[in-house]
């Protein structure tokens, strides 16, 4: 069964990427695969700071219809709670890692979601934090990523 996972903002920043094909087609893979399994989770951070980092990159304010098209679609599998206890956990973290405060929150909301998995770039690849686990899917080796997420791999190799 697929384990729960928690999907940071560069994860869904990737999904329209026209830069970096790999890093588009392996994030557009897992966000459908773990879609079809209703597999992940985002925190109203996380809908945010994609909305808002998306239509700051250069000439992509002319597609913001296309970025909130995403966050309303995205807005269903937003049950990952941003709370007083997400808030409480973060500084209970914060106790124990160097994280930054934003980062800290991802952390506390995917950990109070119950996620297995927190998929980011942002953070140090295989870190535990109790039961929840930092993977960097650009960085795990694509099998082993798909083996840990229980997802299928693609049909077809991701372009480099």
């Known amino acids: 069964m697929t384990a729960l996972c928690f999907l940071d903002t560069n994860i869904l920043l990737y999904l329209n990427d026209d ?3 790999r890093k588009r087609e392996l ?3 897992i966000v459908l695969a773990l879609a079809e399994t209703r597999g992940f989770v985002v925190s109203p951070q996380v809908l945010n700071e994609y909305y808002n980092v998306a239509i700051g990159k250069p000439g992509q304010y002319e597609r913001r219809h296309v970025y909130r098209e995403n966050v309303r679609r995205f807005s269903a599998a937003c ?3 941003f709370d007083e206890a997400v808030r409480e956990t973060a500084w209970d973290f914060q106790e124990i890692t160097n994280y930054h405060w934003w980062d800290l929150l991802i952390i ?3 950990s109070r979601a119950g996620c297995r998995y927190l998929l980011t770039e942002d953070m140090h690849h295989g870190h535990e934090l109790g039961d929840l686990t930092v993977v960097n899917p650009f960085f795990a080796e694509p099998s082993e990523l798909f ?3 229980d997802i299928p791999a693609p049909l077809f190799p991701l372009e480099d």
Do not use: C, F, I, W
Request: avoid cysteine; charge should be negative; glycine fraction near 0%.
């Open 147 to 149: 083996e840990k997420l």
């Open 108 to 110: 506390a909301s995917a």
């Open 19 to 21: 830069v970096d094909a």
């Open 79 to 81: 049950t990952a709670p």
């Open 27 to 29: 994030s557009q893979h």
